[in-house]
């Protein structure tokens, strides 16, 4: 089987219509792989398309506050990709006059550019001779050609560069990265394969042995690490409190109310007893109105279980103060919140 031949006649046949497709602008690429990245296409796109009415070009990227960029990427979740984004912008502004690098290697001198999208960009934009392999290329290749070196270690990804640089056709580099995410979104999916359907099958090895579900292989599992958050959402008349998440942690650069996270559940009279809660309220007198059932948020290699408690307050403590913005109710829209907080808010 040529794998290359049949894999273009498939995408040629069934690529899907998207508007990053319909371009070699390597600003538009570059903004849809950073947006596509831990996210699937059908969330991605409406954020694309606000991105690049907003910021049509990477100098009004650049130029616009971090505040306002984090804003627009409110739940996509990964708001590092947002920093960085940010960031590479006024990167390619300063440094490169507004142009992006024209090659891979100069690419990877980005920040927040890594091998895939440095690949992708060289290849959709400057047709260059450079295999993109992502989560959708390394499962398609394991099933095809019965690779069982994990992809999550070095030996892995060199393997798979390899047989990238032998399979990708000289003349078509993009279309073959291109097919390759599409087949792997559309046909060779994580879990329940169309296998029957797949133009590959007559030469796939995990088709053949009836073992597709044990492909990709990879080496270790991340650890789940179990957090809880109790939120409080602190009214004085008709204003609140939030402040910014400045630590290395998630949601970095976004606004939050005022939170005690402690390594266990807690009920409110010993969370109430505890000494942040002392600090944070001194001898200001609290009145509780609604205490939220607990919300279970996913993330990639956590697990927090957030409890929102609803307090009224006659007036404000000397550490409400001096540590957290005192806002109006109405202003909230204007501050990029974690989709965990907007949840609360919605409901």
Not at 4 to 20: D, G, I, T
Not at 108 to 128: D, M, R
Not at 139 to 156: K, N, Q
Not at 223 to 244: D, E, G, M, Q, W
Request: glycine content about 6%.
């Amino acid at each position: 089987m040529d794998f290359a031949k049949e894999l273009l006649k498939w995408y040629h046949a069934h690529r899907r219509s998207l508007p990053w497709k319909r371009t070699n602008d390597p600003y538009k690429i570059w903004l849809s792989e950073i947006i596509l990245q831990q996210t699937r296409v059908e969330q991605g796109e409406p954020y694309y398309l606000r991105f690049m009415e907003r910021f049509p070009t990477v100098q009004d990227l650049a130029a616009a506050p971090l505040d306002e960029v984090l804003r627009l990427w409110q739940g996509l979740g990964y708001y590092s990709r947002a920093r960085h984004l940010h960031d590479t912008a006024q990167q390619i502004v300063a440094g490169y006059g507004g142009r992006f690098p024209r090659s891979r290697e100069a690419l990877l001198k980005l920040k927040g550019i890594g091998p895939y999208t440095a690949a992708a960009i060289a290849s959709f934009a400057f047709n260059e001779v450079a295999p993109a392999i992502d989560g959708n290329g390394y499962r398609i290749l394991s099933r095809v050609f019965g690779i069982d070196e994990p992809v999550d270690t070095g030996a892995g990804k060199k393997l798979f560069a390899e047989l990238a640089e032998e399979l990708i056709p000289p003349a078509h580099p993009g279309d073959f990265n291109q097919a390759l995410m599409d087949f792997g979104s559309l046909v060779c999916t994580p879990a329940r394969p169309l296998c029957t359907d797949c133009p590959l099958s007559a030469g796939c090895h995990a088709s053949a042995h009836k073992s597709v579900e044990k492909f990709p292989v990879k080496s270790k599992r991340t650890a789940i690490r179990t957090r809880y958050f109790y939120y409080l959402f602190i009214r004085h008349k008709n204003s609140v409190f939030i402040r910014k998440r400045t630590e290395k942690d998630i949601w970095q650069g976004l606004y939050e109310f005022p939170l005690i996270e402690t390594a266990e559940r807690v009920p409110p009279e010993k969370l109430m007893a505890g000494e942040k809660w002392t600090a944070l309220f001194g001898d200001v007198p609290v009145k509780i109105g609604r205490v939220s059932e607990e919300i279970k948020h996913q993330l990639t290699h956590q697990i927090l279980y957030a409890t929102f408690y609803t307090i009224d307050i006659p007036n404000i403590s000397p550490a409400l103060q001096t540590g957290y913005l005192n806002i109006s109710i109405e202003m909230l829209d204007d501050y990029s919140l974690p989709r965990l907080v907007t949840f609360f808010l919605e409901k």
